[in-house]
C-alpha cells in the first residue's frame, strides 16, 4: 500500500527560511538609512542664551542657513557639528521683510553641504524627511508627507507637512528622497497633530540674497513691477528675482513698453541674466 507523505515533515528549506519576508519593507529601510546617513553630517545643533535650533550647511566654508527667530536678538550662537565640534558662529545675514531665514557663518571649510533645488514641482503627497534637534533629541530623523501647499511659491510660500516635529527642530532641512532640500522648518500649529510647515526653497532665495549667492540660483534683473516668465510660466516680477531652475535649456521673457524682451539661458553655465530694456 502507497501511503501519501505529501508536505510531512517538509518545511521551509533553509534559503526559504533565510530570505526576507518583506523585501519592499527591507528596501525601503535601506533608502531611509541611507539617506540619514547622508544628511546628517551636513546638519548643526545651534545654541545661545535665548534657546537652541537646528541648521544645515549651504556652502563648503562654514555657511548655516536656520530660522530667523532661532537667532533673533543675537549675533553670536554656538554650533555643534556632527562630529562634536563646538565652534562659535556669527549671524551674518536675515530675511528680507521679516522671512524666517538667517545665515550663520562659522570658521570651518570642507563643510558638507546640502543641495537646494525649487519647491515648485513638489506634488502634494511626495515623501518629506528632515533631520534636527527637536526637544533637544539632537540628529533626530522623521519622514512624512506633505499635505498641503500654501502661498506663493517665490515670496511668501509654505509647504504644509505631516513630519513630527517639535520646538528645536526649527531651521532644519526638510528633503524630498534624493536627499535635497525644499524647505526649511518653521512654525507648526499649536496644540495640532503633526502639522508643521517648511519654507520654501524658492521663498528663502528670494528673500535672502546672501543665500541665492551660495546655493545653486540664477539672478534675473529686470525693470520693476514687469512680469518674468520661465518657460511660458509666471515666476514673479521685478526688479530681481532669484529662480532655482533645473539642469538644461531655458527661455526667460518678459514685456516692457510693449515690447517682449526674450532671453534663451543655458543653465547652470549662466547665472545672471539682463532681461532691462535695451
Known sequence: MVVAVAGVGMGPSPAAA?????????????EQTALYTKIAPSVV???????????????????????RHVVEG???????????????????ARGDDGLDVALIKIDATETPRLQIISSNDVPIGAWVGSVGHGRGGIWTFSSGLVSNLWGDARTHGVLQTQIPLNPGASG???????G??????TAGIVDAQAINFAIRTDTAVQGLGALCQLSEC???????????QLDGHFVGK?????????????????????KRI?????WPRERTVDLRAP
Open 218 to 228: 540664477m539672478l534675473v534683473e529686470t525693470e520693476r513691477g514687469a512680469a518674468v
Open 180 to 185: 535635497a532640500v525644499i524647505g526649511i522648518v
Open 74 to 92: 543675537i549675533d553670536t550662537v554656538r554650533v555643534v557639528t556632527h562630529d562634536g565640534r563646538k565652534i562659535d558662529g556669527k549671524v551674518v
Open 262 to 266: 526674450r532671453h534663451e539661458v543655458s
Open 238 to 258: 521685478g526688479p530681481r528675482l532669484a529662480l532655482l531652475p533645473s539642469a538644461g535649456a531655458h527661455v526667460l521673457s518678459t514685456i516692457i513698453d510693449g
Open 45 to 67: 545643533f545651534i545654541s545661545s542664551a535665548a534657546g537652541f535650533g537646528s541648521g544645515f550647511f549651504v556652502s563648503e566654508r562654514g555657511h548655516i542657513l536656520t530660522n
Open 18 to 30: 533565510a530570505a526576507d519576508p518583506s523585501p519592499t519593507l527591507a528596501a525601503l529601510e535601506r
Open 172 to 178: 532644519g532641512p526638510v528633503f524630498d528622497r534624493t
